[in-house]
């Protein structure tokens, strides 16, 4: 048994590079942004002011890398000001021209109008990553035209980059949840998830849809959290949600869901149909923003004992009094607040994050003239409470000391809790397609029910089963406090986690969960290494073959090296030797002896066919296919590679990579009438060229089946024989080329067509 945050896992695959660098929070990133003309201030003012369209800057440079023509605007609602001399930036860089910074073509950089210390948002950012899925944040010193505007908080933007990167799509319906225009004292329109019929227009107000379609989703989300609380885990990852509930409520983050505006989240639906919350905008927590909606919070002392159950009964939120008023989610958020508690205040580690930030932002922050606050108050805020400046902001230790101390003595969070352990399993490493038991100790409470969250593929929502102390379960003998659930080992990674509950209180195991869980690694029959080879690679298609949606695309073809059918069962392909598992085969999938199976490396993994979600480098890379456990397959190497031409192994799935011409899923042994071995020694083609008929015949070993393909890869012709000595191939109504054709499938002739 293992235990993975999930965060650790999901960026291994493709990210993990890029927030080691745009977003590493060790270092200040630079940003100088070259405007043609001079007054560029008025023309982001003027923008802002009425279309919030983009001007473009003549340059941008990022840690030293130059991009031309990119766009640039003022951001934000209540931190822009046009007298403000720093405003929050937005900098797109594929505005006008097709650019990324690794990956990343948005730069989101805030002003800090409202955070004396500069840590809120990273430090919230940092705090809440370790529950849910959430931007990356660090910093950067940003210049124009050469003057030094100051240091910025750079926030990761919630994009269609990231919900692929979290949730593994990003074409489904998709919202920003902020009211149009931004909120303020004067709105009426909120995005609190209050069922308002059925009528689009009633809450286009509210909400931003960032996605083609959706409206009639975010309906349906309304109305089943109002109306049908019952079946809220359907169409709401409500593990999530009630993560979000209980950070906004420990760190007193209150422009937000659980604040006055209901705002700052994003939903995202997935493709099991749920949507998915996602914090952003946290430059005011730690008690900046103290508007409740509700209850006043007039002082710092209030602010630290603000009710862990803000909002459990009232209507104008929904989605706190619909959760919380079912008595086992109630105790799934105090479980999650008691965590968020225990391991970031009670520990102080909060503490020694924040100090890390000032440490290495100190230097910057002096330097900045056009920052809001003193540097004196940059230091003293982080425990001394400040009144002055645009807003009143507490001291960040002397609220969160004094929160977590009133917190923790509350019922809701002395009140024993079940203890879980001795987790086992009643097959270390069960083979797959096996039944395996979980159990464990659960003891110290008079538990009411104990659940097993599982799943097979990290892209699923977890199923949950109720666990047994009966001696039915494989679970001991009844009322030993072994509790027992079987499962169905359906794939050589699964993940699980534990929940028991009493009448009072919750715990999880591990803490983190759904986030972070364990895992359970089968063993698998497995295949010698180079029984099935990569056998061609093209990194640059342009113009060759296109896939079932009429794309051109990167691609991968294997070869079966063997004389058996071969299970691609649990293996898997990938672009990197750090993640041997970015992409696994459908389970069942099989390649014939001696056949060929193509992959496309396009990332679109919605279309048809086999699509992986990875792209292939025309500068060079690798391709490997492995096994989960490190087995490795097959593996190559490849440098940059020619537009349009393949890099195949000649012969077929044993030989040495060489440059040539593609042969899309079939033989790369492109030689004429001459062939290797007896059938091909004796098999003849004529006419070739031929306008006509194509006649192959063989004198000694029989023709069984002949296929004709064009250079783009497209089968025109296939036919089975029974063992014929002669066959005729009517090729007279194809248009004057070169073609392709093979003969008992693993013989390949070039006939050209005049």
Not at 301 to 329: C, E, F, N, R
Not at 459 to 473: N, Q, S
Not at 598 to 627: C, N, R
Not at 705 to 722: C, H, W
Request: charge should be negative; hydrophobic fraction near 35%; proline fraction near 5%.
């Amino acid at each position: 048994m293992k235990q993975f945050l999930f965060s650790l896992l999901m960026f291994a695959v493709g990210s993990a590079a890029h927030c080691q660098s745009l977003y590493d929070p060790n270092t200040v990133q630079d940003i100088r942004v070259v405007f043609a003309e001079t007054n560029w201030d008025a023309l982001l003012d003027a923008q802002a002011q009425s279309t919030e369209d983009y001007i473009s800057a003549q340059s941008v440079t990022i840690n030293g890398t130059v991009f031309n023509n990119v766009g640039v605007k003022y951001k934000g609602n209540s931190t822009y000001n046009p007298n403000n001399q720093k405003n929050p930036l937005h900098i797109e860089l594929d505005t006008y021209q097709n650019q990324d910074y690794q990956g990343y073509t948005d730069i989101k950089l805030s002003n800090v109008a409202y955070d004396p210390t500069f840590v809120r948002e990273p430090l919230s950012y940092s705090i809440l990553r370790q529950y849910m899925h959430a931007p990356e944040c660090n910093y950067a010193n940003v210049y124009i035209n050469g003057a030094l505007m100051g240091v910025y908080v750079s926030s990761e933007s919630i994009s269609k980059k990231f919900v692929n990167n979290h949730f593994y799509s990003n074409t489904n319906s998709f919202f920003k949840c902020n009211p149009i225009g931004g909120a303020g004292p004067g709105s009426s329109s909120y995005p609190n998830l209050a069922y308002l019929g059925t009528t689009i227009s009633s809450y286009e107000p509210a909400y931003e849809m960032n996605s083609d379609a959706g409206w009639e989703d975010l309906i349906n989300l309304t109305n089943t959290l109002s109306n049908n609380t019952a079946n809220i885990e359907s169409i709401l990852d409500v593990d999530r949600a009630l993560w979000m509930l209980a950070f906004n409520n420990v760190l007193v983050n209150l422009d937000s869901y659980s604040g006055s505006f209901k705002q700052n989240y994003y939903l995202y639906k997935d493709d099991n149909g749920r949507f998915n919350p996602v914090v952003w905008d946290l430059n005011m927590s730690f008690g900046v923003f103290s508007s409740t909606g509700t209850i006043p919070l007039n002082n710092t002392t209030a602010k630290k004992q603000m009710t862990h159950l803000l909002h459990s009964a009232d209507a104008a939120w929904p989605l706190i009094q619909k959760l919380l008023g079912v008595p086992k989610y109630k105790r799934m958020y105090l479980a999650h607040m008691a965590t968020i508690l225990n391991e970031n205040f009670a520990n102080n580690s909060y503490l020694t994050k924040a100090q890390t930030y000032q440490t290495l932002i100190g230097p910057s922050v002096q330097a900045d003239t056009k920052k809001f606050y003193t540097y004196a108050q940059f230091t003293s805020n982080l425990n001394t409470d400040m009144t002055g400046g645009p807003n009143s902001a507490p001291g960040i230790t002397n609220l969160m000391s004094g929160r977590n101390t009133y917190l923790q003595a509350l019922p809701d969070f002395t009140a024993t809790k079940p203890v879980i352990s001795n987790i086992a399993l009643s097959t270390p490493n069960p083979m797959v397609n096996s039944n395996v038991t979980i159990t464990a100790n659960v003891v110290n409470t008079n538990a009411t029910a104990v659940y097993l969250g599982y799943r097979a593929n990290i892209r699923l929502p977890f199923t949950k089963v109720l666990m047994y102390d009966d001696g039915l379960h494989n679970d001991g003998v009844a009322a030993d406090n072994v509790y027992g659930a079987s499962i169905l080992v359906s794939n050589t990674y699964m993940q699980y986690y534990l929940y028991a509950e009493n009448n009072n209180a919750g715990i999880f195991s591990p803490e983190r969960a759904e986030h972070e869980f364990y895992t359970l690694q089968a063993d698998y029959p497995t295949l010698n290494p180079g029984d099935i080879a990569i056998n061609e690679i093209m990194a640059q298609n342009t113009t060759t073959i296109t896939d079932a949606d009429g794309e051109y695309e990167d691609w991968i073809e294997l070869y079966n090296n063997t004389n058996s059918t071969l299970s691609l069962d649990n293996l898997y392909l990938t672009d990197t030797n750090t993640n041997l598992i970015k992409w696994g085969f459908p389970s069942g999938l099989t390649i014939e002896p001696h056949g060929f199976l193509t992959v496309w490396a396009d990332e679109d993994l919605t279309q048809s066919g086999l699509h992986a979600d990875f792209k292939l480098s025309a500068s060079g890379e690798s391709v490997i296919l492995a096994y989960p456990d490190g087995t490795i397959v097959d593996s190559v190497d490849f440098g940059a590679q020619t537009a349009n031409m393949g890099y195949a192994r000649v012969p077929d799935g044993t030989g040495s990579f060489v440059i040539q011409a593609p042969s899309y899923n079939v033989t790369n042994n492109l030689l004429a009438v001459q062939q290797l071995g007896s059938f091909n020694e004796n098999l003849k083609s004529y006419p070739n060229p031929t306008s006509g008929v194509l006649t192959l015949s063989n004198s000694v070993f029989p023709i069984e089946s002949a296929r004709v393909y064009n250079l783009q890869g497209q089968l025109l012709f296939a036919a089975e024989y029974p063992k014929q000595t002669q066959i005729d191939v009517d090729m007279a109504t194809y248009a004057n080329g070169m073609y392709i054709v093979v003969v008992n499938k693993n013989t390949t002739l070039k006939i050209i067509k005049n």
